[in-house]
């Protein structure tokens, strides 16, 4: 735990040194911010359950100048499990992620660019870069790539849709579904057979799937409340083995849900 609150200071230190830098540069126009805090009853990650019966808390702030946005992310676990039944689970500050993204647009198609810095707790750091098209029109298609360049080579690849429904003037349920395909370039990240034993083969597979619904409630002008709840998935036999192998509980599709507090200024 202490390498990992080092990492995190460090983080957090470096994303001071960066609004700081911003801060001079956006003399004419003032940077934006805001902050999140999310609580979910579980944490699931590209169809991987990554806490098990506990409540995880994921605060995040981002701040943004024209184009340029700057994220630092964290999960807390309110009952990590380290799968020992011998040892107690306690609550960790166990993973702290920092984003640095450009976005940009061309007619209906919005694209953003963007590196991802992963800090885990007990297991090696890791980093992504990515690129991603959208595009403004009705389900407002997306493509999402990304290349991990750090502890597990490789590539993930997500397409997405997404829609919103005018509830009211102010209120929307909105609607979002993505579909996820794997390509490891790591001979430690290999299939897993029908008996959930690992091959040599390494993993290449249509992936996860996940669909979710959620609102936004405002309350004023600058606080929301956005409740949701999703369905992840697997698309494959292959996905469906290697996520009951990674599983707590064996299995390999979830059904969860919570709520995030917001507020932008």
Same mark, same amino acid.
């Given at each position: 735990?202490?390498?990992q609150a080092?990492?995190?200071?460090?983080?957090?230190?470096?994303?001071?040194?960066?609004? #700081?830098?911003? *801060?001079?540069? =956006?003399?004419?126009e003032k940077?934006t911010a805001?902050?999140?805090? &999310?609580?979910?009853?579980?944490?699931?990650?590209?169809?991987?359950?990554?806490?098990?019966? /506990?409540?995880?808390?994921?605060?995040?702030? +981002?701040?943004?100048?024209? $184009?340029?946005?700057? $994220?630092?992310? &964290?999960?807390?676990?309110?009952?990590?499990?380290? #799968?020992?039944?011998?040892? +107690?689970?306690?609550? =960790?500050?166990?993973?702290?992620?920092?984003?640095?993204?450009? @976005? +940009?647009?061309?007619?209906?198609?919005?694209?953003?660019? &963007?590196?991802?810095?992963?800090?885990?707790?007990?297991?090696?750091?890791?980093?992504?870069?990515?690129?991603? *098209?959208?595009?403004?029109?009705?389900?407002?298609?997306?493509?999402?790539?990304?290349?991990?360049?750090?502890?597990?080579? @490789?590539?993930?690849?997500?397409?997405?849709?997404?829609?919103?429904?005018?509830?009211?003037?102010?209120?929307?349920?909105?609607?979002?579904?993505?579909? &996820?395909?794997?390509?490891?370039?790591?001979?430690?990240?290999?299939?897993?057979?029908? $008996?959930?034993?690992?091959? +040599? $083969?390494?993993?290449?597979?249509?992936?996860?799937?996940?669909?979710?619904?959620?609102?936004?409630?405002?309350?004023?002008?600058?606080?929301?409340?956005?409740?949701?709840?999703?369905?992840?998935?697997?698309?494959?036999?292959?996905?469906?083995?290697?996520?009951? /192998?990674?599983?707590?509980?064996?299995?390999?599709?979830?059904?969860?849900? @919570?709520?995030?507090?917001?507020?932008?200024?």
């Amino acid at each position: 735990m202490r390498v990992q609150a080092t990492r995190t200071i460090h983080l957090f230190m470096g994303m001071m040194i960066i609004l #700081t830098a911003f *801060a001079v540069w =956006a003399e004419e126009e003032k940077p934006t911010a805001s902050a999140d805090v &999310g609580i979910s009853n579980k944490y699931v990650w590209r169809g991987y359950e990554l806490s098990d019966d /506990s409540i995880v808390i994921q605060p995040s702030t +981002t701040v943004s100048h024209k $184009n340029m946005s700057l $994220n630092l992310w &964290g999960n807390i676990d309110s009952a990590l499990d380290d #799968t020992d039944p011998t040892t +107690t689970d306690k609550s =960790a500050w166990e993973e702290t992620d920092f984003t640095l993204s450009y @976005g +940009t647009s061309s007619g209906p198609v919005d694209l953003e660019f &963007g590196y991802i810095y992963y800090g885990l707790d007990g297991l090696d750091d890791t980093q992504e870069i990515y690129a991603s *098209a959208s595009m403004d029109i009705f389900l407002a298609p997306s493509l999402t790539i990304y290349k991990d360049i750090g502890a597990i080579p @490789g590539w993930y690849f997500s397409l997405g849709i997404s829609h919103s429904i005018e509830l009211s003037e102010r209120l929307t349920l909105d609607l979002s579904g993505s579909l &996820g395909y794997y390509k490891s370039e790591d001979d430690g990240f290999v299939e897993v057979d029908s $008996n959930l034993n690992p091959t +040599t $083969n390494r993993y290449e597979a249509l992936h996860d799937g996940n669909i979710s619904v959620s609102t936004t409630l405002p309350f004023g002008e600058y606080i929301t409340m956005t409740p949701m709840v999703a369905y992840s998935f697997p698309l494959s036999d292959e996905a469906d083995y290697l996520l009951q /192998s990674t599983s707590f509980e064996g299995e390999s599709d979830y059904i969860y849900g @919570g709520v995030t507090f917001s507020i932008a200024f």
